[in-house]
């Protein structure tokens, strides 16, 4: 059983930075994906930043060039530096590894924007 773990969630003033880290009890090299979401209250959950076992990544939308996932696959790691944050940003976000047709996640880290 893969288990989750982010980090790094906190209360930044808005233009600042935060970095995510997401700890995974399993070897994600041979995962498919590692993948970052958020949900902010009363909204759905949203895609930030997936990178794929074949080196693809891929964004949402409203990033706009402002995060960077990144995984180090020797420690079982997987970042998401945030810079530029805005109130907007205010979120749970979500780190979840995929293999196959299945998607882990852990139990979400709270990053707040104050403006």
């Known amino acids: 059983q893969v288990q989750l773990t982010e980090s790094g969630g906190g209360l930044v003033q808005a233009g600042g930075s935060l970095r995510l880290s997401c700890l995974v009890s399993g070897d994600i090299f041979s995962s498919d994906a590692m993948t970052w979401y958020r949900q902010a209250p009363g909204k759905q959950r949203e895609m930030v930043a997936t990178?794929?076992?074949?080196?693809?990544?891929y964004y949402g939308d409203f990033v706009k060039g402002r995060f960077t996932i990144s995984r180090d696959n020797d420690k079982n790691m997987v970042y998401l530096q945030m810079n530029s944050l805005t109130p907007e940003d205010t979120a749970v976000y979500y780190c979840?590894?995929?293999?196959?047709?299945?998607?882990?996640w852990g139990q979400g880290t709270q990053v707040t924007v104050s403006s």
């Open positions: 979840g590894v995929i293999f196959g047709l299945k998607a882990t």
């Open positions: 990178s794929r076992s074949g080196g693809s990544i």
